[in-house]
């Protein structure tokens, strides 16, 4: 971030000016205008001007020299107080290989590393690591051991923290299978549910009744009609039950 901060365009307060940052990216952006333009261009200059004359109507007034000018100290830059980062080092491949030994024995492994820390400072020399791995039956490549060394050395002085490798490695999230990405089938439910005006139970409810509709429908609107006296159309769900 303090990389990134200090490449950006930061007026004499100390601010970013954001519209100059997002238009490196996108150039639709219309330009902010400057204090001078906001100070002396409040009005549009009349079109009979000449094109020397614009340009000096856009100038910025000769101020009075200071009396006594101050030393101007460059602006500092806040910086963020965050613990140490380490180099992203792609060790995946590695530590899922360890993963499944370690996981049966990591609390013996934690003792080993223990044993050849007695300073209790969480760390340990990448040949005492190693001898670590190899006694428990967990031998390491040369690559693999530099690039574990370049993970985990968290003080960049050359040795390993092993309470962050086991942390890491044993408590690390588990990997999702392909399961997750295909859709989910539902179970059928024991009752039959309606889903709707074309559910299973209305389809059904048509088809069967369908065949009675066609051969008797001229008396079943006259039925209809009796019951619904100011012809709105609807009747009571008694008397349809009941017709």
Known sequence: FENLWNSLPVNSYGNLRYHDFLRKFNY??????????????????PKSLTTKSRASLTRRPKTAPAIASKPTTPIQRPRTAAPPSTPIINCERVESRLKKNLTKCWQDVHKAFREKDPEKQGEVSASDFSDVMKRFNMDLMKQELEQLTLKYDLRNNGNLSYTDFLRNVTLGPKKQGPALLQRVKLQKPRIPMSTGLHGALFTDAILRIQPKIVDCWRPMRRAFQSYDDARTGYISIPDFKQI
């Open 28 to 45: 639709d952006i219309p330009e902010t205008p400057s204090q001078d333009q906001l100070s002396y261009n409040t009005e549009p200059a």
